[in-house]
């Protein structure tokens, strides 16, 4: 073995989430294609019996069969070793826990007296810096025959729907090419995805933006989780960056390594990061160590990775290609953990992707690697 093999061996045995992955692959164990075990736990899947399926064929139901056990196993992966650490116990609100909530919440004057002890959607509006509006001076270059418009400011344009911008023209005239509209802007909303409360920024983004996006996942308690959202929402707007911003809206939820997850574009990295950083160092925010599995480590309770494009989760995906890894490696009849970890390894280079920077998407440049602005600034 030459000596330049031997240290890369050394490198990626060192490297941490090969480290974490190590200890999953000890933990989960395939024992038929209806039953698995993670940690002890065993975990019983539906296989579609002849009379459910319309090709009842021998072959045509083990694959139905490998395909519930690689979802059932993805799910589980995503519960027990993506949001959470293996060995966590899931964190049910004791009423010690709700009393001691609401104090802190009402002690940094950031909730409502009234709020229910579980709910925290009240106390995220009153922390969101961000306010309902409109934002002026965007002109139509396209119109749609669905009612979209196709409006630029500045250097920047977008798409907008009926309903989300409004004409300076007597009502009923239909707007042209070259008129000008104002935009709406939405403060937060719970609309967009369900458990969450979304805080958007006041400066609208560039439709174009939306193709290489940067999430930041933060490890936060339900009790800090609202001045996060302030903390966020403010000090991005105050440098007019475009995000959008989600959190937990249920406080016994709040057992997740990414409670709230952060959007931005990727352009904006290098200055969001350096505000987070200074954020968490200066002490305005307060996280828990331990980010989710596969993303890259911004500092204690702060993991990133790409947005992976198309609405997928970045957390399923990825779990599913640790349960394709385990499930391959159970037909070939191993169960060693060098073998698993090689399956796994196979199954993230069939997508295009490296263990060793499992937090990218395909052909991406690893931009995590830039200096921020100042080498104080790194954590």
Same mark, same amino acid.
């Given at each position: ?59 045509? $139901? ?10 059932? #196993?993805?799910? /589980?992966?995503? &519960?027990?070793?993506? *949001? %959470? ?106 609309? $967009? ?10 400066? #609208?983004?560039? /439709?174009?933006? &939306?193709?290489?996006? *940067? %999430? ?164």
């Amino acid at each position: 073995m030459s000596q330049n093999t031997e240290s890369n061996n050394v490198t990626k045995s060192a490297h941490p989430l090969r480290t974490q992955l190590d200890k999953i692959c000890q933990s989960v164990q395939i024992e038929a294609v209806d039953t698995f075990t993670i940690a002890g736990t065993r975990f019983v899947t539906t296989v579609p019996s002849e009379s459910s399926v319309d090709d009842a064929s021998p072959d045509h $139901v083990t694959a139905l069969s490998v395909a519930c056990l690689i979802e059932k #196993l993805t799910g /589980q992966l995503y &519960e027990r070793c993506y *949001v %959470r650490s293996l060995d966590c116990d899931a964190y049910v609100a004791s009423d010690e826990f709700r009393e001691d909530f609401r104090e802190r919440l009402i002690d940094k004057n950031l909730g409502d007296e009234n709020l229910t002890d579980e709910n925290l959607t009240a106390s995220f509006h009153n922390a969101n810096d961000n306010k309902d509006g409109w934002d002026p001076g965007w002109q139509i270059y396209q119109t749609g025959s669905d009612g979209r418009l196709f409006v630029q400011k500045g250097d920047r344009s977008r798409a907008v729907l009926a309903g989300e911008y409004s004409t300076y023209k007597w009502p009923g005239v239909a707007p042209v090419a070259g008129d000008f509209v104002s935009v709406r802007m939405f403060a937060g909303s719970t609309d $967009v995805q369900p458990s969450f409360f979304f805080a958007f920024g006041r400066t #609208l983004s560039d /439709q174009f933006d &939306e193709y290489a996006i *940067v %999430r930041f996942y933060f490890h936060v308690s339900a009790q800090q989780a609202p001045n996060l959202m302030a903390q966020v929402t403010a000090n991005l707007n105050r440098y007019q960056i475009p995000f959008k911003f989600k959190a937990l809206i249920q406080a016994k939820l709040y057992t997740r390594r990414d409670a709230a997850v952060l959007y931005v574009a990727r352009r904006y990295y290098p200055v969001v990061a350096m505000l987070l950083i200074d954020m968490q160092r200066d002490g305005a925010i307060c996280l828990k160590e331990g980010n989710p599995l596969f993303t890259r480590t911004l500092s204690p309770g702060i993991g990133m990775a790409e947005d992976p494009k198309a609405g997928v989760s970045f957390g399923m995906h990825r779990c599913n290609l640790l349960a394709k890894g385990f499930v391959k490696a159970w037909q070939l009849g191993l169960q060693d953990c060098r073998t698993k970890m090689q399956a796994i390894e196979d199954e993230f280079v069939a997508n295009q992707l490296s263990l060793d920077f499992a937090y990218l998407n395909p052909g991406s440049t690893n931009f995590f690697e830039a200096q921020l602005f100042d080498k104080e600034t790194q954590w």
